[in-house]
């Protein structure tokens, strides 16, 4: 079992539809959790962090963390094409004094004009 | 620009070359992150500094590969010997401690 899973896609989308892209974790430890975008051939960008249940909105995302179910989303409100783009999930398992962040293989999103 | 920056962004090189990179964080950040992102995955943590110390390395860091950060201000990650395997982008990124990590463009390696 991958440490971080996700979909790798393609999930293709309507413009303007909401895009769901979900990730899961294997160690329950996992204290801090992201989202990341990243376009072809550039790195990844911050767009989301989490650390506790709930969801948590920042313009048109939402990230959501059910720590019991070791899942993480994030849900993209009225979808652009702009948004296409591989999401990567991103998770911390580490103490605080720790580095122990590992990423998910992401997930392909695009979004159809 | 006050982002993470990195140099060279592309780098071509022959097999069994040597070949270094730089990285030069955000200035406040007092913690330096070097990953390895191959197609289709996500980054591999590769190690990391707070200021000059190295406090982890990942097993994918054979001993062909070293770094560095000598005044706890930019990296360098040397690669020696260099193999086709090692061809991948090279990502650096930096944190004020725990907090969120901030990515550079990366260095995208060629092993010919």
């Known amino acids: 079992q991958k440490e971080v899973e996700q979909n790798s896609g393609p999930l293709s989308v309507p413009e303007g539809a909401i895009a769901s892209l979900n990730c899961t974790y294997s160690?329950?430890?996992?204290?801090?959790f992201f989202w990341y975008r990243q376009y072809s051939g550039k790195s990844p960008e911050l767009i989301m962090s989490?650390?506790?249940?709930g969801d948590k909105e920042d313009g048109r995302f939402t990230a959501q963390l059910n720590k019991a179910s070791q899942y993480v989303s994030l849900l993209i409100r009225d979808s652009q094409p702009s948004d296409s783009a591989t999401y990567l999930c991103?998770?911390?398992?580490?103490?605080?004094?720790?580095?122990?962040?590992?990423f998910g293989a992401g997930t392909r999103l695009t979004v159809k004009p | 620009d006050t982002g993470v920056s990195q140099d060279p962004r592309h780098k071509i090189t022959k097999r069994g070359q040597n070949v270094t990179f730089r990285c030069d964080p955000i200035?406040?950040?007092?913690?330096l992150y070097w990953y390895r992102q191959t197609l289709g995955q996500g980054p591999e943590f590769l190690t990391y500094?707070?200021?000059?110390?190295?406090?982890?390395k990942s097993r994918l860091l054979s001993d062909r590969f070293s770094a560095e950060r000598p005044k706890g201000s930019f990296s360098t990650l040397e690669i020696q010997r260099t193999e086709q395997g090692d061809s991948a982008m090279y990502l650096c990124?930096?944190?004020?401690?725990?907090?969120?990590?901030?990515f550079g463009p990366g260095t995208r390696l060629l092993v010919l």
């Open positions: 500094f707070q200021n000059e110390a190295q406090l982890e």
């Open positions: 990124a930096s944190s004020f401690g725990v907090e969120t990590q901030y």
């Open positions: 989490i650390y506790s249940n």
């Open positions: 991103a998770v911390n398992r580490g103490a605080k004094i720790n580095n122990d962040m590992r």
């Open positions: 160690d329950r430890g996992s204290q801090s």
């Open positions: 200035s406040e950040h007092n913690r």
